[in-house]
T-cell receptor
């Protein structure tokens, strides 16, 4: 049981380049989230999804796109990278309802540290 | 108004003292509330979840929820240097157009000094 897996762990992009941050979870969670965290700050929600085929914008969606074609995968696409997108990106997933053995807390991946130069 | 606000830090307490962390939220349909701890360079990890009004205790940690006042807090008793980290509160919306949205506060840095 790997939990939430993010790839890559580190990446340097040049201004104007594009890339996809991968996120996959093996816990059959309905909910998935993408956050960015700037130094000394909290987590800002970029996009989230409550199930396959459903995505919604968070607080800071500009410059990003997502898709949710399967329950397991929730990739984040950066188009035309800008220095303002330099940040640490976290993907998370959670169940949509509690069970006897599981609450509804979010589980996080290890993060992707992205630098745009 | 921000959706969630935490008491400003950083917060410094001596070892063995009680650390008190506070959080207010604006959404009245929120149903699930969480406290996460994040060490520098690491991912957030769950400390406590709370869903009903009142207190919930787990070891040295106590979460308190008051939905009428839209307020959730975390008390850490007998604080240890290993508790030094950033603490993040979060809530999940249970209805409306933002169903399932999980929002975090800006975090409070806690330092426990020997």
């Amino acid at each position: 049981n790997a939990g939430v897996t993010q790839t890559p762990k580190f990446r340097i992009l040049k201004i104007g380049q594009s890339m996809t941050l991968q996120c996959t979870q093996d816990m059959n969670h309905n909910y998935m989230y993408w956050y960015r965290q700037d130094p000394g700050m909290g987590l800002k929600l970029i996009y989230y999804s409550v199930g396959a085929g459903i995505t919604d914008k968070g607080e800071v969606p500009n410059g990003y796109n997502v898709s949710r074609s399967t329950t397991e995968d929730f990739p984040l696409r950066l188009e035309l990278a800008a220095p303002s997108q330099t940040s640490v990106y976290f993907c998370a997933s959670s169940p949509h309802r509690a069970t006897e053995t599981m609450n509804t807390e979010a589980f996080f991946g290890q993060g992707t540290r992205l630098t745009v130069v | 108004q921000k959706e969630v606000e935490q008491n400003s830090g950083p917060l410094s307490v001596p070892e063995g003292a009680i650390a008190s962390l506070n959080c207010t939220y604006s959404d009245r349909v929120s149903q699930s509330f969480f406290w996460y701890r994040q060490y520098s360079g690491k991912s957030p990890e769950l400390i406590m979840s709370i869903y009903s009004n009142g207190d919930k205790e787990d070891g040295r940690f106590t979460a308190q929820l008051n939905k009428a006042s839209q307020y959730v807090s975390l008390l850490i008793r007998d604080s240890q240097p290993s508790d030094s980290a950033t603490y993040l509160c979060a809530f999940r919306q249970a209805g409306g157009t933002s169903y399932g949205k999980l929002t975090f506060g800006q975090g409070t840095i806690l330092t426990v000094h020997p």
